[in-house]
């Protein structure tokens, strides 16, 4: 298995653009995590998926948020419209279960001028 | 407040030397993490902790639920060893996560 995919790696945008992150989770598992990194907050985690369901949404910070798994092998996370405070990575992960070894992408490094 | 509190966070070692890296939590769990954060920034999970103690090659850790309280150790650190690493907690719906403790192993 090639592990987590997300896509792009890396993104610049204007602010007030829509941003759409994109994930692929390993194949079997059936959680999935979209966290963001900054230097200020450390990592947080925004949204929690379980059989494609939104099981925790609590963290993510705004209405501006969105997130979405379709089926078992994708999932999105938009930000409409983007802020430069919004500049983070962002990170997906997947474990088989929510209390088991968490397998992480590369993240997608989002900066908003 | 912070649920996760990891020490230290700052820590500079020599090439063979055994390293503790502690994280302290305030919340009621159901698992703890441990992540390794590389310079290049992708992150790794170490170790997925509930009860007792877990080895991987050189890397040890252990949690005890009674003090809140886990560490992760490295025996013969290696300067491939330096990185960040993150404690986090799920703490159901919650996950919190440290700050880090940042190494740095000299050859």
């Known amino acids: 298995d090639a592990g987590v995919i997300q896509s792009p790696r890396h993104e610049v945008t204007e602010m007030g653009q829509e941003v759409t992150l994109r994930c692929k989770p390993i194949s079997g598992h059936n959680s999935l995590f979209w966290y963001r990194q900054t230097m200020m907050r450390g990592l947080e985690l925004l949204i929690y998926?379980?059989?494609?369901?939104?099981?925790?949404d609590s963290g993510m910070p705004e209405d501006r948020f969105s997130a979405k798994m379709p089926n078992a092998s994708f999932s999105t996370l938009k930000i409409q419209p983007s802020e430069p405070r919004d500049s983070a990575v962002y990170f997906c992960?997947?474990?088989?279960?929510?209390?088991?070894?968490?397998?992480f992408g590369q993240g997608t490094r989002l900066t908003v001028v | 407040k912070n649920e996760v509190e990891q020490s230290p966070q700052n820590l500079t070692a020599q090439e063979g030397e055994f390293i503790t890296i502690n994280c302290s939590y305030s919340v009621g769990i159901s698992a703890l993490h441990w992540l390794q954060q590389h310079p290049g920034g992708g992150i790794v999970s170490l170790f997925m902790l509930s009860s007792g103690k877990k080895k991987h090659g050189r890397l040890i850790a252990t949690i005890n639920i009674q003090e809140k309280h886990s560490s992760l150790h490295i025996t013969a650190s290696h300067p491939r060893d330096s990185a960040v690493y993150i404690c986090a907690v799920n703490s159901q719906p919650q996950f919190y996560f440290g700050t880090g403790t940042s190494l740095t192993v000299i050859p």
């Open positions: 992960a997947s474990s088989l279960i929510r209390d088991t070894e968490a397998f």
């Open positions: 998926f379980n059989n494609n369901v939104p099981i925790d």
